[in-house]
Each structure stands twice: as C-alpha cells, then as structure tokens.
C-alpha cells in the first residue's frame, strides 16, 4: 500500500515554528502526525547502539561489541498525549575517524542524547568536547539531554551519579542514568524528548509551557524508579 502524505506548512503550525517537520502519513505499517530527528552521540562503546535497540525492540545486544560505521538510523513512533510522534533516531558512530561523517547530520536533528559510559571516566570527561561541537554544528535551540549509561554496572562505577548531574545543571540540560542492558530510563529518556518536541509545536500561547525536568522527575517517581 502506498503512504499518504500531506505537509502541513509552517503557517498553519500554531505558534508559526518554522524548522519541524509537521506531516501526516499513512500506511500499512506506519501511521504519524509529527515527526522528529533525534542523534545519539558520545564516545565509541557508552552504549548509544544498544540504548536504540533496547528502545526500538525491547532487547539488549549483549555479546562481542561491533562498532557503528558512520551512521545508521531508526524509526519508532510514540504515543504523546493524542498525538502520534515519529522519531526518526539517527545512531552515530563514536569513533573519532567517522566525526566528520557525523557532523552534516547535527543541523536537521532537533533533539540530541549525548551519552557517556558511568565505568568510563573518559567518555565522561569528553563530554565537554562533544558539547562544544553540538555548539558548533547544531542548530542554536536543538533539545540536548545528556545520559549517563551502563548504570547496572555498579561494581565498575568510576562516575558518580552527582558528577552527571552536576555537569548537566551547568550546562542546562536535563540528566538521567541509563542501562540499555536492563532497560531502566531508557523509554522514559526518548518519551521526554517526544514531549518536549511535541509541545515545542504544538504549544498554546495559554497553556503554561512543558518543563521537560519536572516530567522526568515525575515520571521516575510515578514508576518508584530511583534512576539508578
Ligand atoms: N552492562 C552494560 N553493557 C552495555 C550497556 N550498553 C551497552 N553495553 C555494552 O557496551 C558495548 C558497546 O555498546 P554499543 O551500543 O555498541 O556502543 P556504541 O556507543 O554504539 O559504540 P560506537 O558504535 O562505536 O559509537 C557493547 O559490548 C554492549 O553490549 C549497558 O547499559 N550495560
Ligand atoms: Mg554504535
């Protein structure tokens, strides 16, 4: 069956935002009112293949690690409020050989999940170079959120949950910890995003504005979840 499209303009866009896609599709398989572009980015290994697959199929690829080449995506539409949400997730490769592959996709995402591995001290401590670059090559008011993976990995810690959060409230971007293995906050990280977008267009001059930290604070407590 083939899919129906119809655009809808930037003016006919409530508050006139002019870079979201706004599109209803139809078919077999897939059915949308917005669609998003969101980039998975950090360092080689802190998880982002494995944080898609767990959040697109439910499942965790244990095993060898193969490491992404130049950039793959995925689609996965989400339920907001009334609304069907398409996120197409674009997954980076962290190596720093495929950076300049990487950096033509930044201005089309409007959300990006920087992420760095809680046993790798590196990673986290490149996450002030990556935030450089997303200021370089992303547009000005892309939605970041810095995720903090592998959190089931406790015995090999070596970055403490308050240096995430520490670093994110400096930056001003919401924060949570991860387990692609276990699925903790995985949903909850792209389901904040999803609102977010969603709101950003769909958003009322009335209607009192999304604060995406105060949902995921909500939303952890509603799940009994300690973020851990
Ligand atoms: N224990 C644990 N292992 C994880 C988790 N996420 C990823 N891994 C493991 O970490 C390794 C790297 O995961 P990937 O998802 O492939 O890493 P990546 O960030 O996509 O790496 P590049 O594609 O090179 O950028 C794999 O061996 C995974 O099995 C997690 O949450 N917990
Ligand atoms: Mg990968």
């Known amino acids: ?30 059915y949308y ?11 080689s290994s802190v998880g982002k293949t494995c944080v898609l697959v767990r959040f697109k199929d439910g499942a965790f ?11 793959d995506f995925r689609n996965k539409v989400v339920d907001v409020d009334n609304l069907k949400v398409k996120l197409q997730i674009w ?16 201005r089309d995402a409007q ?6 591995d809680i046993t790798s001290k590196l990673s986290f401590d490149n996450i002030r170079a990556w935030l450089t670059e997303i200021h370089e090559y992303a547009q000005k008011d892309v939605v970041i959120m810095l995720l903090g993976n592998k959190s089931d990995m406790a015995a090999e810690r070596v970055v403490k949950k308050e240096e995430g959060e520490k670093l994110a409230k400096e930056y001003g971007v919401p924060f949570m910890e991860t387990s692609a293995k276990t699925g903790v906050n995985v949903e909850l990280a792209f389901l904040a995003i999803a ?4 709101h950003r267009v769909t958003q009322q001059p009335n209607e009192p504005k999304f604060q995406i930290h105060d949902y995921i604070e909500s939303q952890k407590q509603k799940s009994g979840c300690c973020g851990l």
């Open 33 to 43: 009112d917005i669609a998003f572009k969101v980039m998975l980015l950090g360092d």
């Open 91 to 106: 997954d980076t490769a962290g190596q720093e050989r495929f950076r300049s592959v990487t950096h033509a996709y930044y």
């Open 195 to 198: 609102k977010e977008l969603k």
């Open 111 to 116: 959300a990006l999940l920087l992420l760095y």
């Open 61 to 71: 690829l244990g095993g060898n690690f193969i490491a992404t080449v130049g950039i």
């Open 1 to 30: 069956m083939s899919a129906r499209k119809t655009s809808l303009t930037d003016k006919q866009t409530k508050n006139g935002t002019s870079k979201y896609v706004l599109e209803r599709c139809a078919s077999i398989n897939e």
